[in-house]
T-cell receptor, first 117, second 114 residues
Framework: GAVVSQHPSWVICKSGTSVKIECRSL??????MFWYRQFPKQSLMLMAT?????????EQGVEKDKFLINHASLTLSTLTVTSAHPEDSSFYIC?????????????FGPGTRLTVL | AQSVTQPDIHITVSEGASLELRCNYS??????LFWYVQSPGQGLQLLLK??????LVQGIKGFEAEFKRSQSSFNLRKPSVHWSDAAEYFC????????????FGQGTTLQVKP
């Protein structure tokens, strides 16, 4: 149980194009979803927190106009990287929690490798 | 502000040997602490978590961790490592409030020698 999927698993795009990444909780309804960015050999950096039906809360320093997050339902959140540039190349990971609050376990997707040429 | 430090970037142990991965946190109140493992091609998997109560926490795959408030530590241990334990291990602390946000340490890469 508690499986989270991401699609696509990897994507290559040209500079200036937009890329959408989907995050789905397959067997549970997620109260909250989180988006992280991970650079090679580094930790996960939280980008934003989203709750179904409301606007995402972005972490300081994350451009909300570049990284558009939509949490359309309790099982789907999308991250759109707009006008992508090579510096946006990274590993993007989503997670979902069944319940809210500080003790909730986050279930992670396998990640999406984005390469911008 | 909350923070997590994993002092060891890379650890190599022999199969069958014991393992301890270190984690130190900075948090004003009683922390919510987690250990996750990341294997290539797979999402992070929760090994164990601590909120309160018994300071020795048992997790999956034979892992355990001990919360030591006096040392601000939450070290992960396993008595006998298997080759399949080779992976990236992350310690995390709850960021506070009611958001459920996590702050992750830098991670420790575990290599297992045959």
């Amino acid at each position: 149980g508690a499986v989270v999927s991401q699609h696509p698993s990897w994507v290559i795009c040209k500079s200036g194009t937009s890329v959408k990444i989907e995050c789905r909780s397959l067997d549970f309804q997620a109260t909250t979803m989180f988006w992280y960015r991970q650079f090679p050999k580094q930790s996960l950096m939280l980008m934003a927190t989203s709750n179904e039906g409301s606007k995402a809360t972005y972490e300081q320093g994350v451009e909300k106009d570049k990284f558009l997050i939509n949490h359309a339902s309790l099982t789907l959140s999308t991250l759109t990287v707009t006008s992508a540039h090579p510096e946006d190349s990274s590993f993007y990971i989503c997670s979902a929690s069944l319940t809210g609050g500080p003790s909730a376990t986050q279930y992670f997707g396998p990640g999406t490798r984005l390469t911008v040429l | 502000a909350q923070s997590v430090t994993q002092p060891d970037i890379h650890i190599t142990v022999s199969e069958g040997a014991s393992l301890e991965l270190r984690c130190n946190y900075s948090y004003g109140a009683t922390p919510y602490l987690f250990w996750y493992v990341q294997s290539p091609g797979q999402g992070l998997q929760l090994l164990l978590k601590y909120f309160s109560g018994d300071t020795l926490v048992q997790g999956i795959k034979g892992f355990e961790a001990e919360f030591k408030r006096s040392q601000s530590s939450f070290n992960l241990r396993k008595p006998s490592v298997h080759w399949s334990d080779a992976a990236e291990y992350f310690c995390a602390v709850g960021a506070g409030g009611n958001t459920g946000k996590l702050i992750f340490g830098q991670g420790t890469t575990l290599q297992v020698k045959p």
